[in-house]
Each structure stands twice: as structure tokens, then as C-alpha cells.
């Protein structure tokens, strides 16, 4: 079932995901579209625009020229119908439009107002302005005056001054006042207007130009030399040569896009309109391309919110379901634990029971204590193998580095076992294979911790009548480390494969029918894998079902050269001859615990004083004579002064036995950083609860015995 439901949940995240990049695909490609569409829209409304600026500027040129036209019209009729026949009464009859003015004769020379001759270089241009009926224009140069746009037209009736025919009256318009309609910039100097021959040739730029698009004087041969087509250069030079009205077209030069239009004049002249298309419509651009990243840039948040939505859904999802998975692994477990710790503790309470309505029968009381500190011890270990996965978890978890004997440790590991074997009928032996010539430097708690969990287990999944071995095997590196293994081997019911895919983690536990709820907490094999890992090693399994099981576990250590004299000083300092008669002030606040404490230290000769907390402690050693108290024991958590405040204010009392008198904590607090503290607050050692009176004694030995040499010293 909950296969299904997570592959219905993984279908649904690849469908979500797969619409999600499916709508964002479809969005960029129609983002994509949307943008040429709108680009080609503009291009063409860039066009557009232009040609009705240009169509616009040809109007107003054209209007001009209208203008003179009707102005020398005018001015001819004028005088056609004056009564004038000096060049004064004309220069009245004028006034200043007269500086303006010449006049073509019929002798074929050319007199301004002032009855002055100028002198025109084109037999054209006399041709046609005499015979021409109606006004025209033209673009001529004046001898010692330069170039101008002339307007001309010949007399309705025959006119002569001084003696000299008019055949044709002339407006002069001066070629600056042209440019100024005709070549100019536009667009802010972006583009221009230029006034050019039939040839191409550049008559007129607008001034101060600089060189946009036309790079030299001939603007087909710029072009050309710009890699504009045959075609195109051949349809505007066809326009400039034919005089041929408008003509329009667009080219790209240098990554810009222009449009080039002509217009074309008269006697030749063409005005060549340039401007790049970028410039028109550049708003609409700006503000329809701000428009597209805006509506872009929502859309965007709107995916991305999607796709953490749905990554959010997914993962919370995920954590609810690992949560769950949690809950009930930790049910699971509390509920085991809870088996497995009420059945000592049933034991203990009902063994005490026992005991007690048995007081006259003191063979039945002893059994029933026997019995009631197995069950104890049990629970004992239960509750460290809890504390001890808690340490490793949170990574609180430390390993020792201190000599000692392999063989002994194996031996001694043997012996905690055999009783429990032999009650099952099981036999536990070691095996050497190879010879053990040296001490080694490591946590010697820690490695027969390892071992005493194997063991357990394995005498534990064994049936009766069956074999436990421990294998012990060194492999010499170098004189710096041998790699150790010690191999826990039974003849019991084995494991499946399936269990063996998830052997060492927490609270696992395969289930049998040989074995019902008995099996334990399932943190065994799970501490001697998080153990070994911490020491630098690691540990195997093999397991046949029915045959039976073997772990190794493998761990580097350093050889040390075996010191005898080590072990018979660590074997004499559990002799209590020292310890009688010294005196031990204990600070604990609770009364059970204080007689507890009192007693067992009692009964290995020590006199013992007892406060119910540390402030009552600092008082009893403030006012006792002086090197009266050998060791003070204090608990840490206790009411009005803690255990490390009254070391601290015990040490800093003037009293030269205050800084010499051996001060250990007896707490419930057992981690090394706990051990830490107290060694801060200037104790000697850290003992943790439940009392283990060998460790008291061999503690207590060694404070007492270290300020008795620091003494004769």
C-alpha cells in the first residue's frame, strides 16, 4: 500500500514537472514570437513613419518652390506692365526684392537691377529661360557670386530698359538659403538631407555634417563601397538620372538599417533624404520592449512560485512522511524499551518483595539479592545502551587512548560471559590466531563494550547445546599499528538477507519465533557500528539462517611494549588497606542515595560525613581542622549550590588544604563534556551514577594516594 501511494506521489511530481517545463517552454516560444511580431510591427511602422516625414519635407521644399515661382510670376508681370525704362525707376519699382533680381537679354547677357553684367556660364540655362512661358527653376553659377537657385520667366509683353531687351525676368535664391530648406540634419543629427546631380555626385551637405552614411563625395559609390547590391544602387541611380519623382529604399550598413529616399528636383538636382530606421518609433519600442520584460519578469515570478510551491508541497510532504516513519520507529522503539526495561525492573521490585517476607530464611534472601542485581545489571546496561546511542548521535560520543592489555580484555570479556553461556548451555571459548607480544593504545572500554554486545547477541540467538567463539587475529603494519580483527562467531539461527541490508541501524530487530519479544532493544549492533566507525574501524557480517552468524569487527591500534610493573601497580590500586580511616565528606540530596554512598564506603573502612547540598558543603570543610577531610564526593545537580560551585568556592578558600584535598563528582551526568565541567571546576575525577563501588574504590585509591606522594615529595 504505501509502495503504491509513493509511486503515485512520484507520478505526480514527473507530471507536475513535466507540465511546468512543457508552459515554460510554451512561454518562451511565445514570448519569442511575440517579440518578432512586435519588432516587424514596429520596423513597419518605423517605415511608415519615415515616408510621411520625407513625403512631408518634399512638400515643404515643393512649397517653397511654389513660392518663388509665384514670386518671380509676379515680379515679371510687374514689369511687363509698368511704365519703366531705366534701371533706377526699376530699382523703385522693386526696392530691396531688387538685390534679387536679373535680367536676360536679348543680346544674351545678364544685368541685375543696377544695370550691372554678371556673367552666367550655361548656354542651356539662357536658352531655356527666355523661351519659358511659365515660371521654372534651375540651379546656376554666378560668376564672383557662386551658386544659386534660380526662378525665371519670360515677359507677357516686350519690355526694354536702357535700350536693352528683357527676354527673361530671374529670381535669385542664394544656394546657403537652399541648403537650409534642403540639406539639413535630422532626428537630432541621426540623419540628413543632401542635395545631389544626376551622377551622385554630393552638391550640398547639410553643415558641420559629419559623415553618417555617405562617406565620400559620390553617394552611389559610398554606397557601393558600403556592400550595397547591384540592383538597388542601379534602381537609384536610375531615379537620380531620370528625374523620376520619389524613390525609396532601404539598406544595411554597419548593422543599421537606413532608409534612403530621393526626391527629385529640377535641372538635375535631387535631394536624398537618410535616415536610420532606428529613430522613428523609438518610444513605442522602448516602452513596448519595458512592457514585454515587465509582463516577462511576472510570469517568471509566477513559475518560480509554482515550482517552489510544488517543491515545497513534495518536501513537506517528504518530511511529514519521514516524520511519520520517525514516529513510528520511536513508538515502536518506546514501546520495546518499555517491555524491555518494566521486565527487569518487575524482577527487581518483586526479587526485593521476596526478600523481604523472607527475612528468617537467609539462604532465600541471598538468591533473591543474587537474582535482583542480574536483573539490576541488565536493566543497567539497557538504560546505557540508550544513553550511549543518544551520545552517538549527537555527536558527543569519544574514545580513549590509554594502554592496555589485549589478552586480558579478552579474557576478562570471556569470563562477564560465561555464566550467562553455560546457564544456556553454550560454550564460549577464544581462539588465537595469532600470538599476542605486546600492549596496545586505544579505548579498552569501547572495544569490550563491542564485544560484550556481540557476545550478548550471540549467546542470545544460540540454542542450546551450540558454540560461541572469539576469534582474535593482528595483522603487524609497521611498529605503529597493527590492524586488529576479533571475530564474534556462533553456531546459532543466522539472519535472512533482507535483515542483513539494514543489520546496524537503530532499532531494527528481526523477528522469531524462537525468540518471541525477548530479543532486545535492537541498538546493539547499531552502538558497535557507530563505536568502531568513532575508533577508526569498521565491523562485518556473515550469516547462514539455520548455521549461524560471525562479525568482525577491524580496528587500527598502536602496539606498545608490554609493562608488567603497569598492571601490578593498576592491580594494587583496588586494595582498600589505604582507605581505612580516612575521612570522606559526601554532598548529595538524596537520602537514599547519601546512605547508599555512605554505607558501601563505610564498609571498605572510610569514616563518612553527609550535607544535603554543596553550600552546606563549603561550610562543613570552611570550619573543619585542617587536613581533617581526605576526599570530598559531591553530586552536580543539587538545590542552593550546585556540585561545581562549591568545588570552585572550596578551591578558592585560604586554606592551604583547600587547593590539596582530592574533590570528585558522583552525578547522574555522564557525558565527557559533563566530565569536562568538573574538571574545570577544579575536581579530581568524574565518577557517573550508578555507583560502581570498584570504580569508587580504585578512584578514591589513586586521589588519596597521589596527595600522599605529592606530600612526602
Not at 546631380?197 to 554630393?202: A, C, K, L, Q, V
Not at 542480574?374 to 587512548?401: F, H, P, R
Not at 557525558?671 to 555507583?691: R, T
Request: net charge negative.
Amino acid at each position: 500500500m504505501k509502495t503504491d501511494t509513493d509511486k503515485r506521489r512520484k507520478g505526480l511530481l514527473v507530471i507536475t514537472s513535466a507540465i511546468l517545463i512543457v508552459f515554460i517552454l510554451l512561454f518562451i516560444l511565445s514570448a519569442v514570437n511575440s517579440y518578432r511580431g512586435l519588432d516587424k510591427s514596429i520596423m513597419d511602422e518605423r517605415v511608415s513613419s519615415l515616408e510621411e516625414k520625407t513625403a512631408a519635407f518634399s512638400s515643404r521644399i515643393e512649397m517653397l518652390r511654389d513660392s518663388h515661382l509665384e514670386s518671380v510670376t509676379k515680379m515679371a508681370n510687374v514689369l511687363a506692365y509698368a511704365d519703366v525704362s531705366t534701371f533706377e525707376e526699376v530699382q523703385l519699382l522693386y526696392k530691396n526684392d531688387g538685390e534679387k533680381m536679373l535680367f536676360a537679354t536679348e543680346s544674351g547677357e545678364y544685368i541685375n537691377t543696377s544695370g550691372e553684367k554678371k556673367n552666367i556660364y550655361s548656354n542651356e540655362f539662357f536658352v531655356e529661360c527666355r523661351q519659358s512661358a511659365v515660371a521654372k527653376s534651375s540651379f546656376i553659377s554666378i560668376t564672383l557670386m557662386g551658386d544659386y537657385w534660380a526662378f525665371y520667366i519670360a515677359p507677357e509683353n516686350e519690355i526694354v530698359i536702357e535700350g536693352e531687351k528683357i527676354e527673361s525676368v530671374i529670381l535669385l535664391v542664394s544656394s546657403e538659403e537652399y541648403a537650409s530648406v534642403a540639406a539639413i540634419p535630422l532626428y537630432n543629427d541621426l540623419g540628413a538631407t543632401y542635395v545631389v546631380d544626376g551622377e551622385g555626385f554630393i552638391l550640398i551637405r547639410p553643415e558641420g555634417e559629419e559623415e553618417r552614411i555617405f562617406n565620400g563625395i559620390n553617394a552611389l559609390s559610398s554606397l557601393s563601397s558600403d556592400g550595397v547590391d547591384e540592383e538597388t544602387l542601379a534602381g537609384f541611380n536610375s531615379a537620380l538620372l531620370d528625374l523620376s519623382g520619389i524613390y525609396q529604399f532601404s539598406v544595411k550598413i554597419n548593422d543599421t538599417e537606413w532608409l534612403i529616399q530621393n526626391i527629385s528636383m529640377t535641372n538635375g538636382r535631387n535631394i536624398v533624404v537618410t535616415l536610420p530606421i532606428s529613430v522613428t518609433a523609438h518610444e513605442t519600442f522602448r516602452f513596448m520592449s519595458r512592457t514585454i520584460l515587465l509582463f516577462s519578469l511576472v510570469v517568471l515570478f509566477v513559475i518560480i512560485l509554482l515550482v517552489v510551491w510544488v517543491l515545497y508541497f513534495f518536501k513537506r510532504d517528504q518530511e511529514i512522511r519521514v516524520e511519520g516513519a520517525k514516529m513510528v520507529a520511536k513508538s515502536d522503539f518506546m514501546s520495546k524499551i518499555s517491555h524491555d526495561i518494566r521486565t527487569p525492573l518487575n524482577a527487581v521490585i518483586g526479587l526485593n518483595q521476596l526478600a523481604l517476607d523472607s527475612e528468617d530464611d537467609r539462604d532465600a534472601v541471598h538468591e533473591y539479592l543474587i537474582k535482583g542485581k542480574s536483573a539490576s545489571e541488565y536493566l543497567l546496561s539497557l538504560i546505557n545502551d540508550v544513553l550511549d546511542m543518544a551520545k552517538i548521535e549527537s555527536g558527543k560520543m569519544t574514545v580513549a587512548k590509554s594502554r592496555f592489555s589485549m589478552k586480558e580484555l579478552l579474557e576478562r570479556t570471556r569470563s562477564m560471559n560465561e555464566n550467562i553461556a553455560k546457564k544456556n548451555d553454550i560454550s564460549l571459548s577464544i581462539k588465537y590466531d595469532s600470538e599476542i607480544t605486546t600492549d596496545f593504545e586505544g579505548d579498552e572500554l569501547r572495544i569490550q563494550q563491542c564485544l560484550m554486545n556481540l557476545i550478548s547477541n550471540a549467546v542470545k540467538f544460540t540454542t542450546r547445546g551450540g558454540q560461541v567463539e572469539l576469534i582474535y587475529f593482528e595483522d603487524r603494519v609497521s611498529d605503529k599499528r597493527a590492524d586488529i580483527s576479533i571475530t564474534v562467531k556462533d553456531s546459532g539461527i543466522g539472519m535472512s538477507e533482507e535483515f542483513m541490508a539494514r543489520l546496524f541501524r537503530p532499532f531494527e530487530q528481526e523477528r522469531s519465533s524462537r525468540l518471541g519479544d525477548s530479543a532486545g532493544s535492537g541498538l546493539g549492533l547499531s552502538i558497535v557500528h557507530s563505536l568502531t566507525e568513532i575508533m577508526g574501524g569498521t565491523v562485518t557480517a556473515q550469516s547462514i539462517p539455520e548455521k549461524g552468524s560471525a562479525f568482525t569487527i577491524h580496528i587500527p591500534l598502536k602496539p606498545l611494549i608490554k609493562d608488567d610493573a603497569a598492571k601490578i601497580k593498576a592491580n594494587e590500586s583496588v586494595s582498600t588497606d589505604r582507605l581505612k580511616g580516612k575521612r570522606v565528606l559526601i554532598a548529595e540530596d538524596s537520602e537514599i542515595n547519601r546512605a547508599v554512598i555512605g554505607r558501601l564506603l563505610e564498609k571498605n573502612g572510610l569514616i563518612v560525613d553527609e550535607v544535603e547540598n554543596g553550600k552546606l558543603a563549603v561550610d562543613k570543610f570552611k570550619s573543619s581542622r585542617k587536613e581533617k577531610y581526605s576526599v570530598i564526593i559531591l553530586d552536580i545537580h543539587m538545590p542552593i549550590m550546585d556540585g561545581l560551585e562549591a568545588a570552585r568556592q572550596i578551591r578558592a578558600l585560604d586554606r592551604e588544604d583547600a587547593k590539596t584535598v582530592a574533590i570528585v563528582a558522583l552525578s547522574a551526568n555522564a557525558y565527557q563534556d559533563d566530565v569536562e565541567k568538573s574538571l574545570a571546576a577544579g575536581m579530581n575525577a568524574h565518577l557517573s551514577k550508578p555507583v560502581d563501588i570498584y570504580a569508587v574504590k580504585k578512584t578514591l585509591n589513586e586521589c588519596i594516594s597521589k596527595k600522599e606522594n605529592n606530600t612526602d615529595e
